[in-house]
């Protein structure tokens, strides 16, 4: 069997330290046959979850935990190995998944990945949510110079069929960072005419699209980009009604959640063990359990179970000193309308200094890795252009991964960048597809 190596990257055994530390707990139980306690409590459940095959598989890789003493880190051993195991068995059941492309993407090195091809057919070969983090702004419709739409409604069609895609790769609980700008133009649908231009409200229209995806639509930062470089949508020369309208001087940053409701049971964190109830739903996708077992360590007045859910898991699992985000990151974006300046690629001459069309600054990456990942995790831009998300995603610790269409056009500017902006020890990794 192929060796999976995408790791549902809970940070470390010790994960879990923080959502037990919350609840004060310290186990007093002696951690001398704790896992085979869990186990027993917990063979009707894996017995359900797992086929014997894949149960084997389980045990040989929680065989390490017997050796542990100190029941804590059995237990939080135990939950990861556990989560990281359902996932992997999840993740494997895509029918268009391709190896070369999983292992290209797995194998575990910090150099910068590459994968040359159309963002689609990528992703729709790429395993059930092995991302953790996706980031990117998308082609432009009106980019006439190297774009494929007739109209509107075709790049909207094109761009569904991604979002589409992007949301089954896409771990859950977990968030894709959208930047994309409302332009001033036709739809080429009832209008081909100048005198038709209007605001095109894109930022709008994607919402709907990640929204009738699934993705649950959070926040919209606007990013305002200040004065613009080019004058020519003034119409100086025709100072007249009817002939004046604004420059683009904004953008958004769309923020996404994607919470798939997920029915595996997951064990409690307090005991360990899977003997745990579905609750009803707290919040619209997301399963909570509540916890059966008369020995867990902690009991509500009531003399009800622990509650939990996966996302708790996830987003609480980290929060240790190697996860704090620095306060000058934060404090940027505490407000939802932020100034940052654009990357400046013509110069005085009306050169493109960057050999590419429109790369981000590297604020809005910056912004996605650290709000909303952890170290080691995976990145993906499927619309990477000049590789910027990889290379913040590179530089914080992360594996980043770009998909880019246009190879013949942009490879050598590409790698170029790349170079220029990472240490020199980072390899660069590609894969054509
Ligand atoms: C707006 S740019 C991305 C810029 C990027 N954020 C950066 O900082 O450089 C969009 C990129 O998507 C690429 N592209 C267009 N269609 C694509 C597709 N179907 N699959 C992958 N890449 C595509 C374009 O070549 C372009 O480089
Ligand atoms: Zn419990």
């Known amino acids: 069997m192929l060796a999976q190596k995408i790791k549902y990257r809970l940070p470390k055994d010790e994960g879990l330290g923080k959502v037990r530390n919350n609840l004060f707990i310290k186990s007093k139980l002696n951690p001398k046959n704790y896992l085979k306690n869990i186990l027993s409590i917990s063979e009707k459940y894996l017995e359900q979850q797992f086929t014997n095959g894949q149960l084997e598989e389980f045990y040989s890789r929680i065989k390490y935990i017997e050796n542990i003493n100190n029941t804590d880190k059995i237990i939080a051993g135990f939950v990861n190995q556990y989560i990281l195991f359902a996932k992997e068995i999840y993740q494997r059941s895509n029918k268009h998944r391709d190896k070369n492309l999983f292992e290209f993407i797995s194998k ?79 739809d080429n649908i009832k209008t081909k005419s100048v005198w038709g231009n209007r605001r095109l409200p894109l930022g709008a229209y994607f919402i709907k699209i990640f929204e009738e995806v699934g993705f649950t639509f959070v926040d919209d930062f606007i990013w305002d980009k200040g004065e613009v470089q080019s004058e020519r949508h003034k119409n100086g020369s025709t100072p007249y009604p009817f002939y004046q309208y604004p420059m683009n001087c904004y953008e958004h940053l769309l923020i996404f959640h994607k919470h ?8 409690c964190p307090v005991c360990g063990t899977l003997k745990v109830n579905g609750n009803t739903q707290s919040e619209v996708g997301i399963q909570s359990w509540e916890c059966k077992n008369e020995k867990c360590f902690i009991r509500s007045k009531s003399n009800r179970g622990k509650r939990f859910s996966l996302k708790s898991i996830i987003t609480q699992a980290g929060q240790n000193d190697s996860n704090v985000i620095n306060l000058d990151i934060i404090k940027k974006w505490r407000r939802d309308i932020i100034k940052f300046s654009p990357v400046i690629k013509i110069n005085s001459k009306g050169e493109n200094l960057l050999g590419h069309t429109a790369p981000f600054p590297e604020d809005i990456p910056e912004m996605a890795i650290n709000f909303f990942s952890y170290p080691n995790e995976l990145i993906l831009d499927p619309f990477a252009g000049s590789f910027t998300s990889a290379i913040v995603a590179n530089k914080l610790g992360r594996i980043g991964i770009g998909i880019e269409l246009n190879k013949e056009r942009f490879k050598k500017s590409i790698i170029a960048n790349i170079n220029k902006k990472i240490d020199a020890k980072i390899k660069i990794t590609e894969l054509d597809y």
């Open 108 to 186: 575990e090195d910090s150099s910068i990945k590459i994968i040359w091809g159309d963002a689609y057919n990528v992703l729709k070969s790429m395993d059930h949510e092995s991302i953790h983090l996706m980031v990117t702004s998308p082609p432009y419709y009106n980019a006439r110079d190297y774009s494929n739409w007739s109209n509107l409604e075709e790049y909207l069609k094109d761009m569904r069929k991604i979002i589409e895609e992007a949301y089954r790769v896409l771990d859950n609980h977990r968030v894709f960072v959208f930047n994309v700008g409302d332009i001033f133009d036709n």
């Open 260 to 267: 798939r409701l997920d029915k595996t049971r997951f064990p």
